[in-house]
């Protein structure tokens, strides 16, 4: 994973790239959440 943002000139190119990290951050925190539920669920 990269450590910091790479700036091409342009803030729009960095808030987008902010934008993406911040939503894989939220997509992954929910995909273990719903593994976490599945995984009680056999305990």
């Known amino acids: 994973m990269r450590k910091s943002a790479v700036h091409h000139g342009n803030t729009t190119g960095l808030i987008t790239m902010e934008a993406e990290r911040v939503n894989l ?8 959440a719903a593994r976490t539920r599945e995984l009680r669920g056999y305990l």
């Not at 951050?25 to 273990?32: A, P, R």
Request: glycine fraction near 12%; proline fraction near 0%; aromatic fraction near 0%.
């Open 25 to 32: 951050i939220g997509n992954t925190l929910s995909d273990l």
